[in-house]
């Protein structure tokens, strides 16, 4: 096989699956996710979907990207010529991810600056829909670019892509390197100043609360298996591309109990330090936590700058943090997705990586300008809520199905697994893949159908 460009170190590669996983998923996705459904009680349906789907489909594509060493569609392709199609539309998905997610990552670094004199004023959400993203009043009205969003998402690119140019262990590997510690820190001095404001203790008591008796409801589990495809970026293609870049020793089972347990852990602790937070503004305005809980945008830039305007103290220095840490976190997954069919398109058709960053990463690029309209919001709902209701679920189906129950590859890429790591797998690999998981995702699809016919 070709000479095919390799991380530098071990940690050099879990470094980079960390940085995909890490994203705006576990800051603002996971804490209102696990709220909403059954807080406490979340946990187990959580914790069910990590073991039984999310550690062993994290097994699986890695396996596939270092068995067969090539980007998704390639590795597919090598396993069964009939499979390569599956490879393409994981990346598809991560081709519409991206043009969406970089536009985020815009307004973050927006806001990194906007932060620091809280120029937001006092109606943050006045602001983000008036002043900052323009928004046109009529759904579907393009209307003109945005310079305040369109200038940090060229920023985006540009980083991006110069990244992407520099290749796997100059470019994605260092990147990672350094975003990675300076996230944690710049997230961990938040997360304790959140433990220790007025209110804490209200806050974490509101989201640990366990509600028992959500927990017998189907769309908990499906909420708990959303969450953890999303948070793990597995049935994007991306951890089978990353992969691929290992060398030939490498342990695939541990790396992969590594990277999963590192982005649960960030989950959590971003979970603390949102709930924290709410409970100190729920404390100050003398309302309960569960009326001003949020996630995604509204939680990040709405309620965020809202509570940072009463912050005692150090407003500024905590908000650049803030939003810093989303800018970071968003930074390594955007690089992870656009290295997916920056890699397809490499390995397909047999062209440099610098022409491949030029075409493919070019190609979101520009379609991303899209999103920094002044009707982008209203794209990037629709691109949202159908990547989250068409993609995840019924992506993810269909590979371990395929994988599975029609070209019977299970077993083989297992055997592979084992032989690189002390840690083996059993038959309960098998069964998660091959049935639960299969059962689970299936019904997820059908729930997302009929809730859309309706
Ligand atoms: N895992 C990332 C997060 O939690 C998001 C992501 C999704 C990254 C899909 C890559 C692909 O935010
Ligand atoms: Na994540």
Redesign the pocket.
Known sequence: MENREQWGTRAGFILAAVGS???L??IW??PYVAFENGGGAFFIPYLFALLTAGIPLLIMEFTLGHKYRGSAPLSYARMNKKAEWLGWWQVAIAFVISTYYAVIIAWAIAYTYFAIGQQWGDAPSDFLYGEYLQLSEAPGQIGSLVPSVFIPLILVWVITLGVLFKGVKKGIEKANRIFIPVLLIMFLIIVVRALTLDGAALGLETFFKPNWSEIMSPSVWVAAYGQIF????IAFAIMVTYASYLPRKADINNNAFIAAFS?SS??LLAGFGVFATLGFMATTQGVAVEEIAAGGIGLAFMVFPEILNSFPGLNGFFGFLFFGSLVFAGLS?LISIVETFVAGVQDKFKVSRAKAVMIGGGLSALISLLFATQGGLYFLDAADYFINTFGIALAGLVSVVTVSWFLKELKPLQDHANTTSDFRTGLWWKICLGIITPLVLGYMFVLNLIDNLK
């Open positions: 996983a890490v994203g998923g576990n996705r996971f999303f948070s793990l970026s982005n960030v989950e997954s």
